[in-house]
């Protein structure tokens, strides 16, 4: 890359899972260069510090003669490219939207296959129109595979843990139900997710680790607390989209929610994971706040 090239970026986050987001439209990076940019700018004292980097790529005349509007492309804080980012599609749908292209709906591909998004709630959605901000974007996402209740790993279950499952959501993650995941310290979420992560039972690829619980409060349907510890970033990060739909996943697999939709609640703010009737059929989704930060340029 050229030493004198100033790129423009985007600075965006999606329930306080941050990403770098770059119009890849017009620098056209390669893979090895965006990997060498997201391991460059994207720790937090050396960098401009975010969760991974995002690549607005575009698609082929075939891609868009079948729909499709742009490539997304994601990569984590340490360099390593990741087959789906949860958040990280609906931050790269609002930018999109807000770079010109034509909505509400937009259609686009990732290494996990194709999705689709849309800003705000659907208009026919059940939910109250003041429960679904401006900021919202709702992401469309396919059936959860590989649920797998009461898993067995390579290692013993860390800590106080006993019972751990798995399923893939774009990408694979554990799942542990606890009593109360927002009394966990910052330290056991952080020593008993590196473990789960890295067990022998889930590699080569590793996956991410969630702790999450069920509360049932007295005026309201049940609503699940969720805290994720993240390969690639390795560390809790605020939120994790695919986090949070493998939580309900399993939450409603186990019986421990049944609602819809599933409210669920992190650090970096609220989600639903519901099911809406489009012209596809019933369609699973994802919902929460995307706002942008700031944007900036760099030199290389």
């Known amino acids: 890359m050229s030493g004198s090239l100033v790129v423009e970026f985007t600075k965006m986050e999606g329930a306080g899972?941050?990403?770098?987001v770059i119009d890849n439209r017009w620098y056209r990076f390669s893979d090895e260069e965006l990997s060498d940019l997201a391991a460059r700018w994207c720790p937090r004292r050396t960098g401009v510090g975010a969760d991974g980097l995002l690549a607005y790529n575009p698609v082929d005349e075939a891609e868009r003669a079948s729909g499709l509007d742009f490539r997304m492309r994601y990569v984590n804080a340490d360099g390593s490219f990741a087959t789906m980012c949860a958040n990280g599609a609906r931050c790269l749908t609002r930018f999109a939207l807000d770079s010109g292209l034509e909505g509400p709906e937009v259609a686009f591909k990732t290494d996990a296959g194709v999705y689709r998004a849309r800003a705000k709630a659907a208009p026919d959605d059940d939910a109250p129109q003041d429960d679904a901000p401006e900021?919202?974007?709702?992401?469309?996402?396919?059936?959860?595979?590989n649920v797998q209740v009461e898993v067995a790993l390579g290692n013993?279950?860390?800590?106080?843990?006993?019972?751990?499952?798995?399923?893939?959501?774009?990408?694979?993650?554990?799942v542990v139900f606890v009593p109360d995941a927002e009394s966990l310290s910052d330290e056991e979420v952080e020593t008993w997710g590196r473990a789960l992560r890295s067990d022998p039972a889930v590699q080569p690829e590793g996956a991410n680790a969630n702790f999450a619980s069920v509360a049932t409060p007295p005026d309201g349907p049940p609503f699940l607390t969720v805290r994720t510890y993240e390969k690639g970033v390795e560390a809790e990060t605020l939120s994790c989209g695919t986090g949070v739909l493998a939580a309900a996943t399993l939450a409603q697999a186990t019986g421990a929610a049944e609602a819809q939709p599933i409210r669920i609640v992190t650090r970096g703010g609220p989600f639903r994971v519901g099911t809406e009737t489009t012209d596809r059929g019933d369609e699973r989704y994802l919902e929460g706040p995307v706002s942008t930060v700031f944007r900036g340029t760099l030199r290389l």
Do not use: I
């Open 17 to 20: 899972n941050d990403f770098l």
């Open 156 to 174: 013993p279950l860390p800590g106080s843990l006993d019972t751990v499952h798995s399923v893939s959501t774009g990408t694979p993650h554990l």
């Open 135 to 145: 900021d919202n974007v709702r992401l469309y996402v396919p059936p959860a595979r």
